[in-house]
């Protein structure tokens, strides 16, 4: 009996390149790896250097008693949470508390309020609307070392611009930066002429997105400008507006050279933030005490990132509403 085999079947283009590409694929995973890892490395190393390392750094330094001989021989002693006890049972750390708050909440409201004022003003656009909202951002343009001396020299009891043109009005002279009625209401002022620029910047970027038609359909509807505004501007610019605020207030939170240049924190205290107490303990004294600085700037920190976790928090449950 004759038994016929049938030879096998070539095999085709299309298989012999699917085969070829299964010997391959391990090796072109492998390589996507190695270019994802190139491209995440600088990244990586930046968030080290700049952000990971100051912090462990800043924390080293809080637990443990640095003066300036045990900073430079490296041999300061463990005291644990001894200096955040400290910092917190210090008569100042009340004082400091209020103060930033003051700060931040005064400068927060002023500059968000001014800055989505002037952004509305400049959507509808008009001739020199340009050149308007380039000398608005003169403020973040100039060193703050300028600005901060000019607003000293400005608001100066003796000699200042600012009690010059209220003498003229028939008010007395006012001591802006030597009285502790009025030294805060002085660094609040010059801070949010700096923040305003910001404010309007981001504001006037977000009410761009805001399609016209809106505004079209709802003036054929009868709404007013301050309808529209409450009923479509500003419930549209709510997540432009939240990032806008946690963005201040971080920034806000952080401000030393402001007040350090027009008040020192003083008088008796009346301008001392968190912030300007931990530059303080750490340089400007002439006696650096490095590690109640650190735990007061460690404070800040924790402040910082509670409001960054309710914003989070904020945002992810509106996405999932």
Do not use: C
């Amino acid at each position: 009996m004759a038994i016929s085999t049938a030879s096998a079947a070539p095999p085709t283009r299309s298989t012999q390149a699917s085969a070829v590409a299964r010997k391959r694929r391990p090796g072109r995973l492998q390589g996507s790896r190695w270019v994802a890892v190139g491209f995440a490395a600088p990244l990586v190393a930046y968030l080290i250097a700049f952000y990971a390392y100051p912090l462990v750094r800043s924390i080293d330094l809080s637990v443990h008693d640095y003066t300036v001989r045990a900073f430079v021989q490296g041999n300061a002693e463990f005291v644990g949470l001894k200096n955040y006890i400290d910092v917190i049972t210090s008569p100042l750390f009340g004082e400091a508390i209020g103060n930033t708050a003051v700060f931040v909440v005064a400068s927060l409201v002023f500059q968000y309020a001014i800055g989505l004022a002037l952004a509305v003003f400049f959507r509808n656009n008009f001739r020199l609307s340009g050149v308007l909202r380039a000398l608005f951002l003169v403020p973040w343009l100039l060193p703050l070392i300028v600005s901060g001396s000019t607003w000293a020299w400005m608001l100066n009891s003796d000699n200042g611009i600012v009690n010059s043109a209220l003498q003229a009005f028939g008010i007395g002279q006012i001591n802006w930066l030597t009285s502790p009625d009025t030294s805060m209401l002085a660094v609040v002022i010059a801070n949010i002429w700096l923040g305003i620029p910001f404010n309007l910047v981001i504001l006037y970027s977000g009410l761009q997105n805001i399609p016209t038609d809106v505004y079209e359909a709802a003036s054929l509807d009868g709404a007013g400008a301050w309808r529209q505004f409450w009923s479509i501007t500003f419930p549209l610019l709510r997540p432009v507006s939240a990032i806008t605020l946690l963005l201040g207030l971080v920034y806000t939170l952080k401000v030393v050279d402001i007040i350090w240049i027009m008040t020192k924190g003083g008088p008796a205290n009346s301008t001392t933030t968190l912030a300007i107490w931990s530059y303080r303990e750490a340089f400007g004294t002439g006696q650096p005490d490095l590690s109640p600085a650190a735990a007061v700037g460690n404070i800040l920190i924790i402040i910082a990132l509670i409001f960054g976790f309710v914003y989070l928090r904020t945002q992810r449950r509106q996405e999932l509403s």
